[in-house]
């Protein structure tokens, strides 16, 4: 029997691939509305239509089609924004969280809706890369490609040449059943030192300063691929523009 469709259905099956079409993730991504990821839950959920449609998985959108998330009318390709924004101590990385005094997403005021690509936790401050570019976001927040995190972080113990080996040298973390990878570990004061990271374990190195019985007062992210934290102050940001921008692309595309 014919397979068949409602008139107007949006319908993977019916719609060849042309220069004009693409796919409804990637469309809300572009966007600026979240990350493919994302976008691929809201589709699956059923909250966004196209010409008034609940849209299949995989459907592509044309120009003159349109869409909408939970009923509201989407553009399509924003401007794309990226930035340096200098987390403080107390945000939250979120976008929606009751509980929480202070959201990422309300500090920091800027014209186009961006987002958190990898997060910070509520008592870290630093560096965070913020951007409507939903492709960016998965290609830095996926641990497979191995971008570097650099951090300063002070412990309350004195470090130890033997505190140091431990960290470099990967770690079981018992508490959420994962291996740190191997990392590069400098001392830079009695209690302070620095540290690189490849991949992105919740409260990573929290939770191997806690394995070597040491205890963070603070952490501060400083640096996210090429992108330094420099001189910004808690709450501040900055556009990321011209070569260090190419730059970051180069890097996220592995190239």
Not at 24 to 33: D, E, M, P, T
Not at 84 to 100: F, N, Q, S
Request: net charge positive; glycine share 8%; with cysteine.
């Amino acid at each position: 029997m014919k397979k068949t469709t409602k008139p107007g259905k949006p319908n993977r099956e019916m719609q060849a691939t042309t220069p004009e079409t693409v796919r409804l993730n990637k469309y809300l991504a572009q966007a600026g509305i979240c990350s493919r990821r994302e976008a691929d839950k809201l589709i699956d959920e059923g909250k966004v239509t196209v010409n008034g449609v609940i849209a299949d998985m995989g459907v592509k959108v044309r120009p003159q089609d349109t869409v909408c998330l939970n009923g509201k009318e989407i553009g399509g390709k924003a401007d794309t924004a990226v930035l340096a924004y200098y987390k403080p101590v107390g945000v939250v990385c979120t976008e929606k969280d009751k509980h929480a005094d202070r959201l990422v997403s309300e500090e920091l005021h800027f014209p186009t809706r961006v987002t958190y690509a990898g997060r910070l936790d509520k008592d870290s401050e630093g560096l965070l890369l913020m951007t409507n570019d939903g492709a960016l976001i998965d290609r830095l927040m996926r641990g497979a490609n191995r971008h570097e995190k650099e951090y300063v972080v002070k412990v309350k113990e004195e470090i130890t040449l033997d505190f140091l080996d431990k960290m470099c040298s990967g770690m079981y973390l018992k508490d959420i059943d994962a291996h740190a990878r191997p990392c590069k570990v400098k001392q830079e004061g009695k209690f302070t030192f620095r540290i690189i990271l490849t991949q992105g374990l919740n409260r990573q190195i929290r939770r191997m300063c806690e394995a070597c019985g040491y205890h963070v007062t603070s952490l501060k992210r400083v640096r996210v691929a090429n992108v330094l934290l420099d001189s910004l102050k808690p709450g501040e940001y900055r556009r990321i523009v011209g070569e260090e921008l190419s730059e970051l692309y180069r890097i996220a595309n592995g190239s």
